[in-house]
């Protein structure tokens, strides 16, 4: 069974950095594209950021110049590093990918997990 386990939340001050880590297990043939969504109290689900199979990536503009995710793919881990965070960055963060495992290519979720920016 594939499963996705976020790491790296917590709490930070206002202009500080954190690095979300996602590492898929299981039985893995290929992972495709990798994002990074995140969902605030009362807001809806978006898209954060994204990264193909090939390095290529796309940033929500409200995170542009901030955040910066990348992958490794011979641990199957993908990442996001967040500097300068505001207080409107606070949210649950969930990593998604699409993995062709023993069960053909399905849409993994992790849990996610918890990034709150206040002093």
């Known amino acids: 069974q594939v499963q996705l386990v976020e790491s790296g939340g917590g709490l930070v001050q206002p202009g500080g950095s954190l690095r979300l880590s996602c590492a898929a297990s299981g039985i893995i043939f290929s992972i495709y594209r990798m994002n990074w969504y995140r969902q605030a109290p009362g807001k809806q689900r978006e898209l954060v950021a994204a990264i193909t199979s090939g390095g290529s990536t796309n940033y929500a503009d409200s995170v542009k110049g901030r955040f910066t995710i990348s992958r490794d793919n011979a641990k199957s881990t993908v990442y996001l590093q967040m500097n300068s965070l505001k207080p409107e960055d606070t949210a649950v963060y969930s990593c998604?990918?699409?993995?062709?495992?023993?069960?053909?290519?399905?849409?993994?979720w992790g849990q996610g997990t918890q990034v709150t920016v206040s002093s």
């Open positions: 998604n990918a699409d993995i062709r495992g023993a069960r053909g290519t399905n849409d993994y």
